[in-house]
């Protein structure tokens, strides 16, 4: 117990840096908690999606275009409460997983669906950025698989 004391006394600005350092995560877990949006990680949104999870990509058309998650749809947040009913009717019951960028509207866009009835809601936790961090995959919009139907080919006859 003397050691602590005697460290603590020998460096103050790393006592202060660590205490304030613990503070900021506090209130950053209190924040989310209130916020009452859970976060999902890439890995955890993942298992989530391979259980039919919607997910909604909150920004705007031109960041979607230039690359989204895989049968993301997109959905930007300043048109998202114009959509609601339509989105409720397409994808009633199942879980839908938001994300933006970074995270920060994409919680916005998880408190404005669970505010409106949809549950589970979840956020995945640092956006695209963090997805393509992980090497998930990515697709551009126009790209197969995108939304836009490739023509069947023809079998050619013998």
Known sequence: MAQIVEFTGNH????LAAVLLIALIIVNELRTRLRGVTELTP?????EMNHGALVLDARAPEQYAEGHIINALNAPLDTLADR????????AGKTVISYCGNGASG???????????FAPVYNLRGGLAAWQRDNLPVEKAGARGAGRRQPKRKRARR
């Open 12 to 15: 103050p600005i790393l006592i």
């Open 43 to 47: 890995g955890a949104a993942i298992a």
């Open 84 to 91: 609601l009913d339509a989105i409720r009717k397409q994808h």
């Open 107 to 117: 919680a916005r866009a998880a408190q404005l669906l669970r505010a409106n009835g």
